[in-house]
T-cell receptor
Framework: ETGVTQTPRHLVMGMTNKKSLKCEQHLGHNAMYWYKQSAKKPLELMFVYNFKEQTENNSVPSRFSPECPNSSHLFLHLHTLQPEDSALYLC??????????FGSGTQLSVL | TQLLEQSPQFLSIQEGENLTVYCNSSSVFSSLQWYRQEPGEGPVLLVTVVTGGEVKKLKRLTFQFGDARKDSSLHITAAQPGDTGLYLCAGARGANNLFFGTGTRLTVIP
């Protein structure tokens, strides 16, 4: 248990569906992150929030929409995804960049 | 262009053997971290190295940061099946930028 909880663990969705991924951290950290992990590719940073403010958007397509209502919760809203968006989506939190705590991830399959 | 290249990509060894994995870059990082990821889980931080030339030991694992802070190595002594997993290095540049390597997938056979 790392203190970062992600739900759901698995998600299958069609290209026309709208779904949301949820992340909650119980560590009192100020920063939260969304990463994408695809087969044969390094972990890709998608979004960073510091004190609820988005500080990084790594050229992510608009079909991915993050939301950070407070320092403990982070959402990733998904709509009209493509099959190539199938991947493991990891949430992380930290107090400093040198020490990230990851959740277990959401394994997403887009049909 | 991949900032951090890890080698080897795959490694399968017998229990009790020693191994070294490498993380190389042409870029300088303020710190470098090593994570281990098991199937179905997120990466878990093993160590952070900050100073060029720094060596850190964690039981049977020895981590070294290159003098120029561009590369790092992880040496495992007497590997055990519990060491099996995906080993990721990550370099920090700035307050929010953490770049992950390509990963080394280690399998230790009992």
């Amino acid at each position: 248990e790392t203190g970062v909880t992600q739900t759901p663990r698995h998600l299958v969705m069609g290209m026309t569906n709208k779904k949301s991924l949820k992340c909650e951290q119980h560590l009192g950290h100020n920063a939260m992150y969304w990463y994408k992990q695809s087969a044969k590719k390094p972990l890709e940073l998608m979004f960073v929030y510091n004190f609820k403010e988005q500080t990084e958007n790594n050229s992510v397509p608009s079909r991915f929409s993050p939301e950070c209502p407070n320092s403990s919760h982070l959402f990733l809203h998904l709509h009209t995804l493509q099959p190539e968006d199938s991947a493991l989506y990891l949430c992380a939190s930290s107090q400093v960049i040198e020490k990230l705590f990851f959740g277990s991830g959401t394994q997403l399959s887009v049909l | 262009t991949q900032l951090l290249e890890q080698s080897p990509q795959f490694l399968s060894i017998q229990e009790g053997e020693n191994l070294t994995v490498y993380c190389n870059s042409s870029s300088v990082f303020s710190s470098l971290q090593w994570y281990r990821q098991e199937p179905g889980e997120g990466p878990v931080l093993l160590v952070t190295v900050v100073t060029g030339g720094e060596v850190k030991k964690l039981k049977r694992l020895t981590f070294q940061f290159g003098d120029a802070r561009k590369d790092s190595s992880l040496h495992i002594t007497a590997a055990q099946p519990g060491d099996t997993g995906l080993y990721l290095c990550a370099g920090a540049r700035g307050a929010n930028n953490l770049f992950f390597g390509t990963g080394t997938r280690l399998t230790v056979i009992p």
